[in-house]
């Protein structure tokens, strides 16, 4: 801890339990006076009423220093012995926050509870997301140890998904004082007097402050690269161009690459910044060769560790472009001059429509950043057609500039236009132009609308709280912000979910009131971290006792029932259907289909959805005992269960299906399956092949990504400045060895092994030697014509990946001329299963270890393919 960090907080806590309000005040001037900090006036307003104890609703632009009133409020807990809460909304900026916090307030007194993991969670500030705190106060309710709640990005509350959670700590936490934040919050006269009414606390609102970085509006009618030439070479950059689409984000980036926009020595300083970070195939080389020059990529289908290397690089000044969806800078500090938006309309899941005024303001208030900039700059780009009509109106006038009678030249250029087409705006869009541009830059954010929701994870949540939980659920819906008849529907609702869990054997209800009030508990037999984290989390809970543990397959259906419970990634089950179609296409022309039959048969190709039938029945059951459930949608599908059976890792996946733009969405969707399996599936129920699949997805997930390790549980407040290292680090935290876990690595290498399998079996010689590398489509295909000479065909069913059909050897002798990265190796046999039952001919290779280590994946390279005699093989 730093001298000034102790001297402060030591300030604080020598101020006596009950300190005034004006010995708070001074402190905390004292401490930014000695920073070389003066506040602005809304910031000391704030602060005042802060210090005397009230609720603050800190309404401010961008920039104007709410983190500055944010610390504040955590000194004067700290001073009153209180425990203080920041939340916001996602993992990023709490850590940034985190950080932050420990520089002033000192390691010891600063803690962050991500959800996986928790560091110094005794401490008397906490930094979290919303949902923590929001879980939290479900099962805590007004006995929780709460002080003060700083909630970052308030707007939030209005969020259709995600707004519960910045509702559920006003409605349980009476006992906390409030400071809410956000530039966009419209009207809050309704939320002041609830606030005020719950917690019985006063109110101040601070909002009249003026930005401190000036913000000037533009609407342009230049085409898109040239504005952003004109903003480079202005000294307008660094631009963040706004895209609602992120197939369209990553076409301009690409679209821009020819444009310099970086200077040879930026691009040299990008170069060495980003040495060492380790860009795998798929997106990461387009990301790789944008990046050297200067221009970046962020949008929600990117994996994590490239969003996170772009926001490290726009950090550190090294981009001048980035090109994105609505992702970036959600309080996060990035510096960004100027806002482009190439749209001022957006599809949002159900319709298309020109933004909302909190949108537009929260997206355009990003431009410029205090200590970075003196003016900020949003730039609304014209419709793509209307841009187009422009420059050929300009080019028609310019050609007609030396005739000197106007009348003439304009009859002279309506003529020449005759005979061109003007450009129309595609089917199905919603107009705008610089009417709709100047009544959204005058119109102020709407008031925020309640977004309250009863989930089986909210209700679990209140159950595990002392007390009639009943009671609670009741109390707890009659509170919330929505209208008498939206509460209705909630409560019907939470009746509806606790009869579920009832029914389903997750909670039953006590003989009596335990010793602390509770009704009910949760059921004994379930594994302890159980949790419901899908709506149908219940349904797939009471199918999984239709399925026989004697299967050969049991483990996989057990697999596609938690699938069939998941949000659809809809990126990768199109790139599904995709597939499907090509393959079918392809197999009905060999067939001789007519192109008419071919189309009609190809209107029912559809992505892999393994025990529909069966999920289907047994959900409409279900479904006419939980009528809630009406609105929500069974999905049968095949995405974890397809790569395992295909044998892939996440890169060949990622290949077969064409999800290079998507991985981001197909690693969130394994992400979310692992928690279901892990956090759904009883233990009882995990035979020895299932946890093996589970054991294989988790580590596939680390080892595509490690940015989402959660390695901070190991971590106490004296490893603060290793954790640091690793937060301020361009690159996400190295996995843990992938062949250290010689088991789940086993697995993998069979998994490659019998990918070769499936190739092989439908003589597919030239993707085989693609993968192998040292064997030639040739090799192959003589390897081909050599096993069908002596078979009729080829097992590449479930029974021929047998462990029995997969040989390892860890010899240390490695065949010529095979060259290895380092010293470890395996020599593996993978047996060819023919019909006749011969078992003679097989895929012969060497794995290198080190190199699969590097890599993430298992590195193998083909030696031979027949009989034992061909080759090489294993001993």
């Given at each position: 801890m730093s001298s000034a960090t102790s001297s402060f907080t030591d300030t604080l806590t020598s101020l006596g339990s009950s300190p005034e309000p004006d010995a708070v005040f001074g402190a905390f001037t004292d401490w930014t006076t000695s920073r070389g900090i003066t506040l602005y006036p809304a910031q000391e307003e704030a602060v005042m009423e802060l210090v005397q104890g009230h609720n603050v609703i800190l309404a401010t632009p961008t920039g104007s220093g709410k983190s500055m009133v944010a610390l504040a409020a955590h000194a004067d807990a700290l001073a009153h012995g209180a425990v203080s809460y920041y939340t916001a909304p996602i993992k990023a900026l709490v850590s940034e926050k985190f950080f932050a916090l420990v520089d002033v307030f000192g390691a010891e007194n600063v803690g962050m509870v991500t959800g996986d993991s928790t560091v110094n969670g005794d401490a008397p500030i906490i930094c979290c997301t919303a949902e923590i705190l929001a879980n939290r106060a479900l099962r805590e309710g007004s006995g929780m140890e709460i002080g003060t709640v700083v909630m970052d990005e308030f707007?939030?509350?209005?969020?259709?998904?995600?707004?519960?959670?910045?509702?559920?700590?006003?409605?349980?936490?009476p006992q906390a004082r409030f400071l809410l934040m956000s530039a966009t919050l419209g009207d809050t006269s309704r939320l002041e007097a609830d606030l005020n009414e719950r917690t019985g606390r006063e109110v101040a609102v601070v909002a009249h402050a003026e930005r401190p970085i000036p913000l000037s509006f533009e609407y342009s009618e230049t085409p898109l690269q040239e504005k952003v030439e004109e903003l480079v070479a202005t000294h307008q950059a660094p631009v963040y161009i706004v895209h609602f689409s992120q197939l369209d984000a990553v076409e301009t980036a690409q679209g821009l690459a020819s444009v310099s926009v970086?200077?040879?020595?930026?691009?040299?300083?990008?170069?060495?910044?980003?040495?060492?970070?380790?860009?795998?195939?798929?997106?990461?080389?387009?990301?790789n060769r944008l990046v050297r020059n200067g221009i970046g990529v962020h949008h929600a289908g990117m994996l994590p560790k490239y969003r996170r290397l772009v926001e490290k690089l726009a950090q550190d000044g090294l981009l001048k472009v980035i090109c994105g969806t609505d992702t970036l800078g959600v309080g996060i500090n990035v510096p960004i001059r100027t806002v482009l938006l190439t749209a001022l309309s957006k599809f949002d899941g159900e319709r298309t429509r020109i933004l909302q005024a909190r949108e537009f303001h929260q997206i355009a208030g990003r431009a410029g950043r205090a200590g970075f900039d003196t003016q900020g700059y949003a730039v609304v780009q014209a419709p793509e057609h209307v841009i187009e009509n422009r420059a050929a109106e300009r080019k028609a006038a310019a050609r007609f500039a030396n005739v000197k009678d106007e009348a003439e030249r304009a009859k002279r250029m309506k003529q020449s236009m005759k005979g061109s087409k003007k450009k129309t705006p595609p089917a199905g869009f919603v107009s705008w132009g610089p009417a709709t541009f100047e009544k959204l830059v005058a119109a102020e954010p709407e008031p925020l609308v309640s977004r309250m929701q009863i989930t089986h994870s909210m209700l679990l949540n209140i159950l595990d709280r002392p007390g009639d939980p009943v009671l609670a659920v009741r109390r707890l819906l009659r509170s919330t912000h929505e209208t008498p008849a939206r509460q209705a529907i909630l409560m019907r609702r939470a009746i509806g979910i606790f009869r579920e869990l009832l029914a389903t054997g997750v909670v039953e209800r006590l003989p009596e009131p335990d010793a602390e009030g509770r009704t009910v508990d949760l059921t004994v037999d379930l594994q302890p971290d159980f949790a419901l984290n899908q709506p149908l989390s219940p349904f797939a809970l009471a199918t999984l006792d239709l399925l026989d543990p004697a299967d050969p397959n049991h483990a996989l259906d057990v697999v596609s029932v938690i699938e069939a419970t998941l949000d659809p990634?809809?990126?990768?089950?199109?790139?599904?259907?995709?597939?499907?179609?090509?393959?079918?296409?392809?197999?009905?022309?060999?067939?001789?289909?007519?192109?008419?039959?071919?189309?009609?048969?190809?209107?029912?190709?559809?992505?892999?959805?393994?025990?529909?039938?069966?999920?289907?029945?047994?959900?409409?059951?279900?479904?006419?005992?939980?009528?809630?459930?009406a609105e929500f949608e069974l999905t049968p599908k095949s995405v974890v269960r397809d790569m395992f059976e295909r044998a892939m890792g996440f890169g060949d996946y990622v290949q077969f299906y064409g999800?290079?733009?998507?991985?981001?969405?197909?690693?969130?969707?394994?992400?979310?399956?692992?928690?279901?399996?892990?956090?759904?599936?009883?233990?009882?129920a995990r035979t020895d092949e299932l946890q093996i699949m589970l054991d294989w997805l988790d580590e596939t997930v680390k080892q595509t990504d490690s940015s989402l390790l959660e390695e901070w549980e190991d971590l106490v407040a004296g490893d603060i400045d290793e954790l640091r290292k690793d937060h301020e680090s361009i690159a996400p935290p190295t996995p843990p060895r992938l062949t250290d876990n010689e088991q789940i690595f086993g697995v993998m290498v069979r998994n490659a092994m019998f990918h070769r399998v499936r190739l092989f079996g439908d003589e597919q010689d030239h993707a085989l030697a693609e993968l192998s590398g040292?064997?030639?489509?040739?090799?192959?295909?003589?390897?081909?014509?050599?096993?069908?000479?002596?078979?009729?065909?080829?097992?590449?069913?479930?029974?021929?990946?047998?462990?029995?059909?997969?040989?390892?050897?860890?010899?240390?002798?490695?065949?010529s001329p095979v060259e290895l990265t380092g010293s470890r190796w395996w020599g593996v046999r993978q047996v060819l299963v023919d019909r006749d039952g011969d078992l003679d001919h097989g895929i012969n290779a060497v794995v290198d270890l080190d190199a699969s280590d590097e890599a993430a994946g298992p590195v193998i390279t083909v030696v031979s393919v027949g009989r034992p005699e061909s080759g090489w093989q294993t001993r």
């Open positions: 707007h939030y509350y209005a969020d259709p998904s995600r707004g519960w959670a910045w509702q559920v700590p006003l409605l349980e936490l970086a200077s040879k020595e930026e691009k040299e300083a990008i170069a060495a910044r980003i040495a060492g970070f380790r860009f795998s195939a798929g997106f990461g080389k387009t990301l990634p809809r990126q990768v089950l199109t790139g599904q259907v995709k597939r499907a179609k090509t393959e079918a296409v392809a197999a009905m022309k060999a067939e001789g289909m007519e192109y008419t039959e071919r189309m009609r048969a190809l209107d029912e190709v559809t992505y892999p959805m393994p025990l529909a039938e069966l999920l289907e029945q047994q959900f409409e059951t279900y479904r006419a005992g939980a009528p809630w459930l999800l290079a733009r998507s991985e981001g969405v197909l690693l969130r969707y394994l992400t979310d399956a692992v928690k279901a399996l892990r956090h759904t599936v009883p233990q009882e040292d064997l030639s489509a040739d090799d192959w295909a003589d390897a081909l014509d050599d096993f069908f000479e002596d078979h009729e065909d080829i097992d590449d069913g479930p029974a021929a990946r047998g462990p029995q059909y997969f040989l390892v050897d860890r010899s240390p002798e490695v065949p």
